[in-house]
């Protein structure tokens, strides 16, 4: 394995595998922020939503390694930075 490598899967299933299972990333983490924001009684953007993903699962890699948890927390990441205009 190269260095970054794990890099490439993600660009690869952020922009192929999971829009073709999920639909577009702004519209499930908008449409998951909207339930967020109702449920916890303040405003929860698409980006908290990205960021608190990626932490879910590095709280599961802290208890155990299972690659597709750092492959997730990468992938989180970079829709952040996606969602970084959304409100």
Not at 17 to 43: C, H, I, K, V
Request: hydrophobic content about 40%; charged content about 20%.
């Amino acid at each position: 394995m190269n260095n970054g490598d794990i890099l490439l899967q993600v660009h690869s299933l952020i922009n192929a595998d999971r829009q073709n299972s999920y639909g577009p990333p702004s519209e499930s983490f908008n449409r998951t922020a909207a339930l967020w924001s109702a449920y916890m009684g303040m405003e929860i953007t698409a980006k908290d939503v990205c960021v608190c993903m990626a932490l879910l699962k590095l709280a599961r890699e802290a208890h155990r390694h299972k690659p597709d948890n750092l492959l997730d927390a990468c992938g989180y990441i970079a829709l952040a930075s996606d969602m970084e205009g959304d409100k």
